[in-house]
């Protein structure tokens, strides 16, 4: 039996740009449907430091971070990763608008937030402040009372019964015109996204550090059997992180 192919990825010193990065990131097709998910861990696996995501985050996963919603039509989040993590209104910075004007795109993103008990605040920034406006993707068992309180400041889609369906939500988004779809988590979110199989990319920055025991994975909740495989990208290089990108050798079911 031949040997399975191992290949040393090569270190460039030529430091890449934006749009490098832009390209390298790009899909085929804008109009075809894709879900790329973004995750950040430690070398030991811990998807937060002090409990939060960002505190394990570094300038250069920063800026990828930036470069991936700039490539986006929706950034999907789960509301425990909203919560935790304050999110704010999704507006991207002046460059990211100036060139998604420039390629047809509208200046920001949709946020589209993933909640079945609604626990949100309506009249929080990340509805008031919003530039382009936000969609709720919740349940049907979530009382019509409780998706009221949210038909002035956003577009309420309901995909599921008691979960949120991540088959129908990336149909319904889709049709939108939503085709490029970008969560950046959270883990218990992640979960469904794998179970129900609508993952088509990931994007891991893995940061040089140990965080040690007790921190959760970039995935959560119980056990399923399954298996996905992905291949391998590309690997950037930073001075603490590798950015890793991963696509799934099957093509995801919708
Ligand atoms: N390392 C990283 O890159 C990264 C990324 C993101 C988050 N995090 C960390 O992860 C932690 C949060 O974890 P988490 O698992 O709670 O995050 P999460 O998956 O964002 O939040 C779970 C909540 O999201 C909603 N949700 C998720 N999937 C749903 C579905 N299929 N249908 C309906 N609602 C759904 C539910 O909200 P309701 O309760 O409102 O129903 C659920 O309670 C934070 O510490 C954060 O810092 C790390």
């Excluded at 060139?99 to 949709?110: A, D, I, K």
């Excluded at 993707?137 to 019964?161: H, N, P, Q």
């Excluded at 959560?220 to 291949?231: I, N, Q, S």
């Excluded at 990208?233 to 992180?241: E, G, I, P, R, T």
Aim: proline share 6%.
């Amino acid at each position: 039996m031949s040997k399975p192919r191992i290949t040393l990825l090569q270190q460039s010193t030529a430091d890449v740009t934006d749009e490098e990065i832009l390209d390298l990131y790009s899909t085929p097709d804008r109009s075809s449907p894709w879900l790329r998910v973004n995750f950040i861990s430690s070398i030991d696996g811990a998807a937060t430091a002090n409990g939060l995501s960002g505190d394990l985050g570094s300038p250069a996963d920063r800026r990828v971070f930036d470069l991936l919603r700039r490539l986006s039509d929706v950034i999907v989040v789960g509301a425990g990763t909203v919560r935790a993590e304050g999110y704010g209104p999704m507006r991207l910075d002046d460059a990211s608008v100036e060139w998604r004007m420039q390629h047809g795109l509208p200046p920001h993103p949709v946020f589209a937030i993933v909640s079945s008990s609604l626990n949100l605040d309506p009249e929080s920034a990340i509805f008031t402040g919003a530039p382009i406006r936000p969609i709720v993707v919740t349940v049907d068992e979530v009382s019509e009372r409780r998706r009221e309180r949210f038909s002035e400041v956003a577009d309420v889609l309901v995909a599921g019964r008691s979960s949120v369906d991540t088959v129908l939500m990336r149909q319904s988004l889709c049709r939108r015109g939503l085709t490029q779809m970008h969560c950046e988590g959270g883990p218990s979110f992640f979960a469904d996204l794998i179970r129900e199989d609508t993952v088509d990319e990931l994007c891991l920055t893995v940061r040089s550090v140990l965080e040690g025991p007790g921190a959760p994975r970039i995935v959560a909740g119980a056990p399923v059997e399954l298996r996905r495989d992905f291949d391998v990208v590309h690997a950037l290089n930073a001075d603490d992180a590798l950015l890793l990108r991963y696509v799934r050798k099957a093509a995801a079911k919708v």
